[in-house]
């Protein structure tokens, strides 16, 4: 009797050792799974693939975006008016917390006569209007700089029916790197703005504002004439895409293009992570029945 009372003491004892063994398996088990669920990474080259991504342009400027072996090429030379916006964008939205980071590299980029910047820029789009940009721009009046956007609708007394207009926001950085990578980061309801130049991965936090949590239905990588006169000439070389959801199986059985060698065409990693997460599931729930009949037996 004594040497039963020692052994259901003893297990006893151990017990929170086996709770907390299972709740770090299930969270191992999730830190891994997201890991391998959120990161994306896309050659924005040749072989990107166009079940995820379009080449854009307004009036006719999807002509001066291409997809190269060095890059999605961006190459135009302006006038005022119209103002030119072409590169690529999304056909996948984003939810929840998420980063996106775009990779550049400038060839040629003059100074402008006028307008509000010439060069490359990341914008996004959330569903009650809210927009933020990241620019790699010369502004004529200011030079190189980073600029970054924060616009939102403006206020009910300001506001006109049928009106798309946003106020915005804008704050600029001083640059000379003709290379670096740009990012925006929602985090809950803030959004972050930085910028890193050359090849570094040191990333400098230029801003952070409040910001709605509704879908991001719209993303860009793209180049602008700022409605100035300017010659443009630039390659956005890679895009990183890290989301707390996967992102949304678009691969369609008629497209030639193939996707990015990194770059998710389907839902193989989802459902790779489902499995683990249902394997180290049923592994903890063993653990703790195991524990609990050996208890009981025990103890009788």
């Not at 307004?58 to 590169?87: C, K, M, V, W």
């Not at 996948?92 to 990779?103: I, N, S, W």
Request: glycine residues 8%.
């Amino acid at each position: 009797m004594k040497r039963t009372s020692s052994h259901f003491t003893d297990l006893l004892s151990r017990l929170p050792q086996l709770i907390l063994l299972t709740a770090l398996l299930l969270l191992a088990g999730v830190g891994t799974s997201r890991l391998q669920a959120e990161v994306y990474e896309y050659d924005l080259n040749q072989n990107l693939d166009t079940a995820y991504f379009q080449v854009f342009g307004n009036t006719g400027g999807e002509s001066y975006s291409r997809l190269t072996d060095e890059g999605l090429h961006i190459q135009f030379e302006s006038a005022a008016q119209p103002s030119i916006e072409t590169g690529i964008k999304a056909r996948f939205p984003l939810e929840g917390d998420f980063t996106l980071t775009g990779t550049y590299e400038i060839k040629q980029l003059t100074k402008p006569d006028q307008g509000y910047g010439a060069g490359a820029t990341l914008r996004l789009n959330e569903v009650s209007g809210f927009q933020a940009q990241l620019k790699r721009v010369w502004v004529h009046n200011r030079g190189n700089v980073f600029k970054s956007d924060w616009a939102f609708p403006p206020p009910p007394e300001r506001s006109k029916p049928g009106s798309t207009s946003l106020d915005h926001k804008i704050k600029y950085l001083k640059t000379e790197s003709q290379k670096g990578k740009i990012r925006l980061q929602r985090t809950g309801e803030e959004m972050i703005w930085f910028v890193s130049e050359g090849d570094t991965e040191e990333f400098q936090e230029m801003r952070k504002e409040s910001f709605p949590t509704g879908r991001v239905y719209s993303f860009e990588l793209m180049a602008e004439s700022g409605r100035g006169s300017a010659t443009v000439d630039f390659l956005w070389k890679h895009l990183t895409v890290e989301t707390s959801a996967p992102l949304p199986d678009l691969t369609k059985p008629e497209t030639t293009s193939a996707p990015s060698s990194r770059s998710p065409a389907g839902s193989n990693t989802s459902i790779e992570d489902l499995n683990w997460r249902m394997i180290l599931l049923v592994i903890s729930v063993l653990i703790l029945v195991g524990s609990l009949v050996y208890l009981i037996v025990k103890k009788k």
